[in-house]
């Protein structure tokens, strides 16, 4: 497996119980990084963890990783405090599909509609709200936030007590192919050869290099919607992802009971003012903003919408991965946006944008083109995660894909197989302002 992130941590934690129950455990589990467990994405998630998506697959999908986090909350530093959806008019349709669709299949959530009635309900946890335009709230009872680098150690624990063995600092430079062969018999690292019966790729936004390494095309064939005519376009994109802290106490964002109120997500359409000096904060369109107290950020974190990078894939620096990526053009935006977005939210964060921690933060991630994840298999023992910067939250994904390994095909992973973009079963757009709802 290639890349310590949560992804492969999962799947080899599952693999390795899977294999035991078959009496194979003599099968050797190995996770490859060029840096070590937590070095990508996955250590500088948020780590928000909600089930609110529009696309009914996702939510599905999310049911059986929100399980997961449950089953092993402590070691994974799992905080179930809820999630909340917070949207204008504009969304409100869609929201309210997807609570009754959340009904279906049983997640635990409330719904509440109309402008006086989200006011008294958003009140009624945080008495300093005050939000005008919201005219709907999906409040997710379960889902809340885990602390990156922290949940990815537990979950290293887990695989490494299965027999999984993690070696960091180990960099993939390709694969060896047997002539007249698809499958990968070997992965070539800095450190040499690997013989392997299968090979799992979960490397986040170095995906697309191992695409290139594994021939898979450059463009790709999309067809909108069933009967619609196919257009080429790019395989990967990259957003840039911007979060930032406030240096406050965590406790500073109490609910009225003085305890941790749920994620707070807000989509609005309302302007923004920076109340310290006064002036309109400029926007094009709808803002959206996520917020959280967080121990492990030490403040109150959280972002807002990313910006897509408007170059070829293939140029992108990924390297060196985060804010110190020479790609990484931190807006002097977003701390301006992000702190009087809070301000516009709860009376508490009114004229604090003096107290934002002055340094750039978030990451990119590497998006498909419908920007949801595939999930499949490839040159015949290639299992490639692209979770789209959906993943820190899908910590099932890698138990579903060792049953997958294993020969036994997820009902869960079936949307997500590549051959959608050229059957045209994409799935449906949301009107958030957010590429990944
Ligand atoms: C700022 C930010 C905030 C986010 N917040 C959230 C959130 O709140 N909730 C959520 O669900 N998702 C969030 N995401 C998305 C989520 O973090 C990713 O989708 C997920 O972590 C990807 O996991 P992964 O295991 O595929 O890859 P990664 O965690 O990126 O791991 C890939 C690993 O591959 C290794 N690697 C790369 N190239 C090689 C090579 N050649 N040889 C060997 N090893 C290699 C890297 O060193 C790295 O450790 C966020 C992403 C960003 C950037």
Redesign the pocket.
Known sequence: M????????SLGWRLSQLLEERGESHKKILI???????????????????NNYFQPAMRELMLHSVGVWESDAENLTYHSVGYMQISPEKMHADVAQIYKEQKAIGYDSVFIEGKKDCASYMRGIVDDWQMEDTTSVLHEKRGG?AH?KAS?KGLARRARAGGVEIVSG????GFRRDNGSAAVKAVI?DAGEVECEQVVV??????R??WQMLELPREITVRQGKGLQPTDVSMWCYWQ???GVLEVEPEYLSNNAGGAPPVFHVDSEQPLFDKASGEQVELSGMWGI?YKPDHNFGGVQG?AAPYLLDMPAEEVA??P??PASPQFVARKEFPNIWCAALGTCQKRFEGKRNLYRDEP?????CFTPDSFPVFDRFCDNVYI??????????IGIGHLVAEELLGKTSALLQPFRFSRFAEGELHPQSNSPFP?S
């Open positions: 290639i890349g310590a992130g949560i992804h492969t941590l490859i990084d060029k840096q070590e467990v937590g070095s990508g994405a996955s250590g500088i998630a948020c780590g928000v963890v909600r936030f990156n990815l180990c960099r993939v430079t690292t979960a490397a986040g936004p170095w995906v290099d191992f992802l911007e979060e996520y972002g990924v390297d991965y985060g933060s978030g990451g990119i991630g995660i692209a979770d789209s910067n959906h993943g820190y939250k899908m990944w």
